[in-house]
């Protein structure tokens, strides 16, 4: 695996090392003894799964609330998305600052999200389906939520969003924004 620095200081895109012959390819996406060499101790502890039948399906912003943070690793296994990570952390030089990069089936890119940073993607292709990674069960009580649209981020999405829930449409605006 190759993992690549983002602006977002511990935000990583993971690209496979894909191996080819006549057959294709074969490539690693998760190992647990890569992941701690690069400096990412990391030990998934769910696996999740979101299906978007349509294009321009937005979800997020989403994060758990300390002390049940999570870090995740985020590929598209089927179809294409824009995913998108907010750095939160309280003291970090970037809050609020934001990474993006498109996932897809082909690519096989992860996107891999420490812990304090909010996550949401917007489908670039219809059927697309997003494998998440992630190293601490889902608490519901601790679950949290900004607008993919917030100023404070000031996200540039590649498409004006068509489906969104009512739940992501209502979550407030973050405060103390630095911009």
């Known amino acids: 695996m ?8 511990g935000l990583f895109l993971v690209k496979p090392d894909k191996r080819h012959d006549e057959r294709g390819y074969f490539s690693r996406l998760w190992c647990d003894q890569e992941f701690p060499a690069a400096g990412l101790p990391f030990a998934p502890r769910q696996i999740s799964a979101s299906y978007n039948q349509a294009a321009a399906t937005l979800r997020g912003m989403h994060w ?3 002390p049940h943070g999570e870090a995740k690793l985020v590929r598209a296994t089927r179809g294409a998305i824009f995913d998108v990570a907010v750095d939160l952390r309280f003291n970090s030089l970037s809050k609020f ?7 897809d089936a082909e690519n096989q890119f992860g996107l891999f999200i420490p812990q304090g940073f909010a996550h949401g993607f917007i489908t670039l292709a219809e059927a697309s389906e997003v494998l998440y990674l992630i190293d601490t069960p889902f608490q519901p009580e601790f679950s949290r939520g ?7 981020f000031g996200i540039q999405w590649p498409c004006a969003p068509v489906v969104v829930s009512a739940r992501d449409l ?4 973050v405060t103390g924004a630095p911009r």
């Open 2 to 9: 190759i993992f690549e620095t983002t602006p977002l200081e």
């Open 64 to 66: 758990q609330a300390d």
């Open 97 to 103: 600052n934001w990474f993006g990069a498109v996932l």
């Open 146 to 152: 900004a607008r993919y649209d917030d100023p404070a």
């Open 170 to 173: 209502a979550f407030p605006p």
